[in-house]
Nanobody, 120 residues
Framework: QVQLVESGGGLVQAGGSLRLSCAAS????????MGWYRQAPGKERELVAT???????NYADSVKGRFTISRDNAENTVYLQMNSLKPEDTAIYYC??????????????WGQGTQVTVSS
């Protein structure tokens, strides 16, 4: 089994910062891509920031310059540093990863989600 466990959400005032963590565990052969999505009430889930399988990063235009994705490959962990938070960043943030298991099968996994609330 493979699991993604997120942490670090919470309530913060506009202009503040939060750091999200997502750790992958289980019988992992390789993490191909890993990153963050979010879903606000009444809206579709959208990409926030991700590492691609080639190692490059992608960011949503709305978070460029404010959010930074980083990772610790040894710990199979990805982080999202969120600065200058705005009320419109309020959403449930989900970790997402394409993982090849020891069985050489590849699946897309989602974390349980962590709530980020930014007050004005």
């Amino acid at each position: 089994q493979v699991q993604l466990v997120e942490s670090g959400g919470g309530l913060v005032q506009a202009g503040g910062s939060l750091r999200l963590s997502c750790a992958a565990s289980g019988r992992i052969f390789r993490i191909n891509a890993m990153g963050w999505y979010r879903q606000a009430p009444g809206k579709e889930r959208e990409l926030v920031a991700t590492f691609t399988s080639g190692g490059s990063t992608n960011y949503a235009d709305s978070v460029k310059g404010r959010f930074t994705i980083s990772r610790d490959n040894a710990e199979n962990t990805v982080y999202l540093q969120m600065n200058s938070l705005k009320p419109e960043d309020t959403a449930i943030y989900y970790c997402n990863a394409d993982i090849t298991r020891m069985t050489m099968t590849t699946y897309r996994y989602w974390g349980q989600g962590t709530q980020v609330t930014v007050s004005s």
